[in-house]
């Protein structure tokens, strides 16, 4: 998914929660010799403006971990997980004044101190990519693609705690919820068209 530069998409220096639902594909072929890097969400840019890169790490042997890994200009965390248990897992980062942690289905499973601090977090000039590089001068025209589905992704201005990811990630939003500034669902039917995000004045329940 290509999501056009947004404003709001620049998180500053403050709190934040990205969360994402994903389901890796089970039957994907094994990565080489250092894992197969698949992206899963990214705002680039190299410069003051910030970034985000959200990725997996594919496994190298059947018994082996994939890794889940996020950095942004003022965040870093990641977890070895197995993704390919043909299941849904949702993924929460959340970042605080003091660490950065990395939650998978509502369990805490790494935190981070934030030890550096480059710049903000995302930013309102570059798109948002999901799922992959989107370049049409270059085939593929996808590249690091995930191989899987990506269900959902929420974004907030605010460090959720973990009852609050516990509460809400099985459910849908209304859209409306205090700091919520980006929600995809993803649930569009058609194979191509424009994706929506329900942050809006309609209280519509997806």
């Given at each position: 998914?290509?999501i056009?530069?947004h404003?709001k998409?620049?998180?500053?220096?403050?709190?934040f929660?990205y969360e994402?639902?994903?389901?890796?594909?089970?039957?994907?072929?094994?990565?080489?010799?250092?894992?197969?890097?698949?992206?899963?969400?990214?705002?680039g840019?190299?410069?003051?403006?910030?970034?985000v890169?959200?990725w997996?790490?594919?496994?190298t042997?059947s018994?082996?971990?994939?890794y889940?890994?996020f950095?942004?200009?003022?965040?870093i965390t990641?977890?070895?997980?197995n993704?390919?248990?043909n299941?849904?897992h949702?993924?929460?980062?959340?970042?605080?004044?003091?660490?950065?942690?990395?939650?998978?289905?509502?369990?805490?499973?790494?935190?981070?101190?934030?030890?550096?601090?480059?710049?903000?977090?995302?930013?309102?000039?570059?798109?948002?990519q999901?799922?992959?590089?989107?370049?049409?001068?270059?085939?593929?025209?996808?590249?690091?693609?995930?191989n899987?589905?990506?269900?959902?992704?929420?974004?907030?201005?605010?460090?959720r705690?973990?009852a609050?990811?516990?509460?809400?990630?099985?459910t849908?939003l209304?859209?409306?919820?205090p700091t919520?500034?980006?929600?995809y669902?993803f649930?569009?039917t058609?194979?191509v068209e424009?994706i929506?995000d329900?942050?809006?004045?309609t209280l519509?329940?997806?």
């Open positions: 998914a290509y056009p530069a404003p998409m620049a998180l500053g220096l403050g709190d929660t994402i639902i994903i389901k890796s594909n089970p039957s994907a072929p094994l990565a080489s010799y250092g894992g197969q890097a698949e992206s899963l969400l990214d705002i840019g190299n410069g003051p403006e910030g970034y890169s959200f997996t790490n594919r496994a042997c018994t082996c971990y994939d889940v890994s950095r942004s200009s003022n965040a990641g977890i070895s997980t993704l390919r248990d299941k849904c949702h993924i929460a980062v959340v970042k605080n004044a003091t660490d950065t942690k990395m939650y998978m289905d509502g369990v805490l499973l790494h935190t981070e101190n934030n030890t550096f601090n480059y710049g903000p977090t995302g930013n309102g000039i570059n798109p948002t999901l799922g992959g590089f989107y370049d049409p001068n270059q085939l593929p025209q996808i590249g690091n693609a995930f899987g589905s990506i269900k959902e992704l929420r974004i907030w201005t605010s460090a705690t973990q609050d990811i516990q509460k809400h990630m099985n849908a209304y859209g409306n919820e919520l500034v980006a929600y669902p649930d569009e058609g194979a424009p929506y329900r942050i809006s004045p519509t329940k997806p």
